[in-house]
């Protein structure tokens, strides 16, 4: 059984990112063998991300906050606030604003995300040492 907070994600390594504007408990990862990995992260009001997992399928659930996603394939904008799901079905490239309030996300990777990904080139890419644990 694995029990955690997300506050203890501050204080291990590889459990906690973070950046101008966002910052993300990861509370299950590849390495726990669960086969998904699952975040809490927030968006900073008036921030906005733009983001692109392309090799990993990814659920969003908004807890709190208001903001939208912007498909960047076709320009549709979707709001987000609390009780709404995203789901980014086809490794969409994106932007993710936050409007008013901090948004608050219970975020879900298959498969699951080693922590160690890099941004390159638009996007997140696993590094070798996660390619190797595949």
Known sequence: MIVRTAQ???N???RYGHGH???SARLLLASDKMGFSLHETVVQEG???TLEYRHHLEA???L???GEVVNLANGEVHPIGPGVLYALDRNDRHILRATLGSLRLVCIFSPAL???EKHVDGGYEPTIA???SE
């Open 8 to 10: 203890d994600m501050r």
């Open 12 to 14: 291990t390594p590889g």
């Open 21 to 23: 504007g966002w910052e």
């Open 47 to 49: 921030h906005e991300l």
């Open 60 to 62: 969003n659930y908004c």
């Open 64 to 66: 709190e906050g208001c």
């Open 114 to 116: 080693a922590g160690t």
């Open 130 to 132: 996660d390619e190797s």
